[in-house]
Nanobody, 122 residues
Framework: QVQLVESGGGLVQAGASLRLSCAASGRTFSSYAMGWFRQAPGKERDFVAAISWRGGSTYYADSVKGRFTISRDNAKNTVYLQMNSLKPEDTAVYYC???????????????WGQGTQVTVSS
């Protein structure tokens, strides 16, 4: 079992930065790959980024490549999403999730956090 709690969301202006954190409980955190997804009102939950269980491999959606960076600290049971050069279209609820095998489909993730709101004003 893995429990996930996101934090770090907020309201910022376009061009600003935010860092999201996802704290995990459970001794098996380091055996899971982790992903970030986002969901805007009326839209599907979309893949944002993922990182392998050791952190050696990372994957990004084209829409965030070069602006967002995913990282993890297994000693702290935490995964991060550094978001730079934020745009109004990045506005969404951001979720972290855990999976045994990295994939872009949210259906493949076993555990989810409750989400944190990110709002970017123009």
């Amino acid at each position: 079992q893995v429990q996930l709690v996101e934090s770090g969301g907020g309201l910022v202006q376009a061009g600003a930065s935010l860092r999201l954190s996802c704290a995990a409980s459970g001794r098996t955190f380091s055996s899971y790959a982790m992903g970030w997804f986002r969901q805007a009102p009326g839209k599907e939950r979309d893949f944002v980024a993922a990182i392998s269980w050791r952190g050696g491999s990372t994957y990004y959606a084209d829409s965030v490549k070069g602006r967002f960076t995913i990282s993890r600290d297994n000693a702290k049971n935490t995964v991060y999403l550094q978001m730079n050069s934020l745009k109004p279209e990045d506005t969404a609820v951001y979720y972290c999730a855990a999976t045994r095998r990295i994939m872009y489909d949210p259906k493949g993730y076993d555990y989810w956090g409750q989400g944190t709101q990110v709002t970017v004003s123009s």
